[in-house]
């Protein structure tokens, strides 16, 4: 016995969900990227209530990131 | 010999599935690149907090009579790293500050005559007889440093840092 051939449909959402997740991940590092940058301004103006919470805020969004490529695997 | 098709080398073109792998590989890079971020971020926030106030050591800054009241001397401490300014105020008090704006991190300057520090990148205004926020983005008081007179001539004596200021 073979295996049955995906449908069109089938093969298409194959091909999009990665890319839809790889969108949803490349906003993520945009916001990550911002506040990597408010995190240093803060380090600048030796705020350190800033830059703790721009870090959890980080690391939140790094963790979103990851379960959205778990779901891919 | 492989066992990979003549064609296939003469023509390396990828097939829809490898597409797809690429994808999947593509994604994995922006997330070991957003732990990246993270640990980048975290790392600031942990260098941040560690970081100490240098206190530094008592140090001549400047004859008394080269700063007539009403105008200010820029000098350095506690490092050479470390900008700050010493204001005459009006009445003869002696104040001094890092010159270093709590907003951005810009130097503040002492308008003549008066009692206030300005920041000129966003317009920042400081009260020069304690160092606190008259108006303006900055939402912290200036550093600190305690000075005092010891033979006609202006000492730094220790950089207090904002905490001091804010009492």
Redesign the interface.
């Known amino acids: 016995m073979t295996a049955p051939l995906p449908t069109p449909r089938g093969?298409r959402r194959?091909?999009d969900v990665?890319?839809a997740?790889?969108v949803f991940?490349?906003v993520?590092?945009a916001l990550?990227?911002f506040?990597?940058t408010v995190?240093?301004?803060?380090?600048?103006?030796?705020?350190?209530a800033l830059?703790?919470t721009?870090?959890g805020f980080?690391?939140l969004?790094?963790a979103g990131?990851?379960g959205?490529?778990r779901y891919?695997? | 010999m492989t066992d990979e098709p003549i064609w296939r080398r003469d023509f390396p073109l990828t097939s829809a599935g490898e597409d797809e792998t690429t994808r999947r590989e593509f994604v994995r890079y922006l997330v070991v690149g957003s732990g990246g971020f993270a640990a980048g971020s975290v790392g600031i926030a942990l260098w941040s907090s560690l970081r100490s106030i240098n206190a530094g050591e008592p140090r001549r800054i400047v004859d008394l009579d080269r700063v007539p009241e009403g105008t200010s001397h820029l000098f350095r401490y506690p490092t050479d790293a470390d900008p700050a300014i010493l204001v005459h105020l009006p009445g003869g008090e002696l104040r001094a500050f890092s010159q270093k704006c709590t907003h951005l991190g810009c130097v503040v300057y002492h308008e003549p005559d008066t009692t206030e520090l300005h920041c000129p990148c966003h317009e920042g205004l400081f009260d020069a007889r304690d160092g606190a926020v008259e108006s303006g983005p900055p939402q912290r008081p200036l550093g600190r440093i305690d000075v005092e007179v010891r033979n006609g001539a202006v000492w730094a004596i220790e950089n207090l840092g904002e905490q001091e200021a804010e009492q």
Do not use: C, H, K, N
């Open positions: 093969r194959e091909r990665p890319v997740v790889g991940v490349a993520l590092l990550q990227m506040l990597l995190g240093l301004d803060a380090f600048l103006a030796d705020d350190d830059a703790w721009t870090a980080s690391v969004l790094a990131s990851i959205f490529y891919l695997r």
